[in-house]
């Protein structure tokens, strides 16, 4: 298995370009979330899903979207880039069963806005 | 708030001593999991411990869960300088989110 997969491993964005993250599992979890982490700081949950078609917001939703139309992929877009939206973003997976909910991360997208 | 809290924010322990970190959070849980990340990379589920338990080991890992204190703490026994990594709680409250917090940086010194 490869696990949980992200790319771009970097990326560099213009203020008011957009962009999408990809994320894919390959681990048949139910459940994904992308988080950003800025530098210091611990994880802030932007978007979670508990299963295709279904999304909601997690602590920071604003300036960003995703949907889930498989159960593999969760890719997070960002409307139009801002400074404040420099980070590194991660995404994980799991399954929703809380006797087998422990979290698998993707190594992260780092991600400047100029 | 749902997110755990750690502390200290900050440790720095000699090769071979204990290291002890603390989570505490404030509404009840299912479970509390805990996890480590290494600078710039992703987060590494570590262990999880029920509701219903008060202790767990792994490893060198020690996990207690307080429920009544609404607390848990993480014991890194013998450390070494690959231990030295930022730790994280993440209570779980019954919802999907997972919500973590500002983290335990751990620095190991040889």
């Known amino acids: 298995n490869a696990g949980v997969t992200q790319t771009p491993k970097f990326q560099v964005l213009k203020t008011g370009q957009s962009m999408t993250l990809q994320c894919a599992q390959d681990?048949?979890?139910?459940?994904m979330s992308w988080y950003r982490q800025d530098p210091g700081m611990g994880l802030r949950l932007i978007h979670y899903s508990v299963g295709a078609g279904i999304t909601d917001q997690g602590e920071v939703p604003n300036g960003y979207n995703v949907s889930r139309s498989t159960t593999e992929d969760f890719p997070l877009r960002l409307l139009s880039a801002a400074p404040s939206q420099t980070s590194v973003y991660f995404c994980?997976?799991?399954?929703?069963?809380?006797?087998?909910?422990?979290?698998?991360f993707g190594p992260g997208t780092r991600l400047t806005v100029l | 708030s749902q997110q755990g809290e750690e502390d200290p924010q900050a440790l720095s322990i000699q090769e071979g001593e204990n290291a002890t970190m603390n989570c505490s959070y404030k509404t009840s849980i299912n479970n509390l999991q805990w996890y480590r990340q290494n600078s710039g990379r992703g987060l590494v589920h570590l262990i999880l411990?029920?509701?219903?338990?008060r202790e767990k080991h792994s490893g060198r890992l020690r996990v207690t869960l307080d429920t009544s204190k609404k607390s848990s703490s993480l014991l890194i026994t013998a450390s070494r300088a690959a231990d030295t990594a930022s730790y994280f709680c993440a209570p779980r409250h019954g919802t999907y989110k997972y919500i973590f917090g500002t983290g335990t940086r751990l620095k190991v010194l040889a």
């Open positions: 681990m048949n979890h139910e459940y």
């Open positions: 994980a997976s799991s399954y929703a069963s809380g006797t087998r909910d422990t979290q698998y």
């Open positions: 411990i029920r509701s219903n338990e």
